[in-house]
């Protein structure tokens, strides 16, 4: 992990096909037009046709080589078609797992089980479905940058967001053995950790009746140390041009500088912070 990192040629992806999952919107349109801004062809998937098709209209408007289809990462069928797509226009370079969702806020005991399987076949799942689909055209060719995204819980236990954060915690230690695994193969392996990053996956909470009032510090968090899409988008070009293992933006000194940084530019303020809407689930309605 380096603080300062060499901007990049703006064509040192010419050439190269990259395929993010989760692209329709927030981080993942960011990371998909950061790509293609260098030079990729970029093949954008997410569930909803709509969404999908206003994403391509957006960054074709922007110049930028893309396609895209509709693909639920948590099925496996659909991720072999969006890999075949990609490999229809040429090659497969880079493939990002950035697909996630949050799970309801609240204790683990009262969770509803469909909710938790949510988070679990899109986080967990659907980072293998990538990974399977994409690794063995990356180890025929002998290259290829696999990208899966951490996320807060990644390092250690979160209270009240259990599937969330132990999903996270998993998408690391698989990650770090498909680092393993590849050693020594051409094929490169990344972990992302983008922060706080303001986008519908942060300021859309859904929680469980009576645990609202913890979420009111969010705002206050994300406005001392978050980032918007497109800023927390750059660091994806280090991953996808070196053989780092992982990129953190939430490391002792950032917390340090971006948190002055924000106070001093008044991001605390109310006026300033992040919307959320919450949306309440009562926990005795569960299954
Ligand atoms: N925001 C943060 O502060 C933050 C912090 C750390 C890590 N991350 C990670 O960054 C990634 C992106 O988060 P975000 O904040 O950009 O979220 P977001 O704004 O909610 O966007 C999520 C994107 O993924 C798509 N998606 C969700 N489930 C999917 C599925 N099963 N199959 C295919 N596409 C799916 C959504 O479109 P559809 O709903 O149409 O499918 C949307 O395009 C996630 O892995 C998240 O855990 C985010």
């Known amino acids: 992990m380096r603080s300062q990192q060499a901007v990049p040629p703006r064509d040192v992806l010419r050439g190269r096909v990259a ?13 998909a037009r950061v790509l293609g801004l260098h030079g990729a062809v970029v093949v954008l998937a997410a569930r909803s046709d709509d969404g999908v098709a206003a994403a391509v209209e957006r960054l ?26 990609a490999l229809n226009r040429g090659t497969l370079d880079i493939w990002i797992n950035n697909a996630g969702t949050s799970g309801v806020f609240g204790p683990t005991a009262s969770t509803p089980v469909d909710d938790f399987t949510r988070v679990v076949r899109t986080n967990i799942l659907g980072t293998f479905h990538g990974a399977r689909a994409a690794l063995p055209v990356f180890l025929e060719q002998g290259h290829g940058d696999l990208v899966n995204l951490y996320g807060q819980g990644d390092r250690g236990p979160v209270a009240l967001q259990n599937a969330y954060a132990s999903s996270k915690r998993w998408v690391r230690q698989f990650t770090e053995t498909l680092r393993l695994e590849t050693k020594g193969t051409g094929v ?70 971006h948190g002055l940084h924000n106070v001093l530019n008044g991001r605390l303020r109310r006026t300033k912070r992040m919307p959320l809407a919450v949306t309440l689930v009562d926990p005795d309605q569960r299954p």
Do not use: K
Request: include cysteine; charge should be neutral; glycine fraction near 12%.
């Open 19 to 31: 395929v993010v999952t989760g692209s329709s919107r927030g981080l993942g349109f960011a990371m």
């Open 188 to 257: 490169r392996v990344h972990g992302m950790n983008p922060g706080l990053v303001e986008t519908e996956l942060l300021g859309r909470v859904t929680s469980q009746a009576g645990y609202e009032h913890r979420l009111g510090a969010l705002q206050v968090v994300v406005g001392l140390w978050g980032q918007n899409a497109d800023q927390a988008a750059r660091p994806i070009m280090h991953l996808v041009t070196s053989d780092a293992a992982e990129f953190r933006f939430l490391t002792r000194t950032r917390l340090v500088t």
């Open 60 to 85: 074709r408007s922007q110049g930028i080589a893309v396609s895209g289809r509709r693909c639920d990462t948590a099925e496996p069928a659909d991720v072999e078609a969006l890999r075949d797509d």
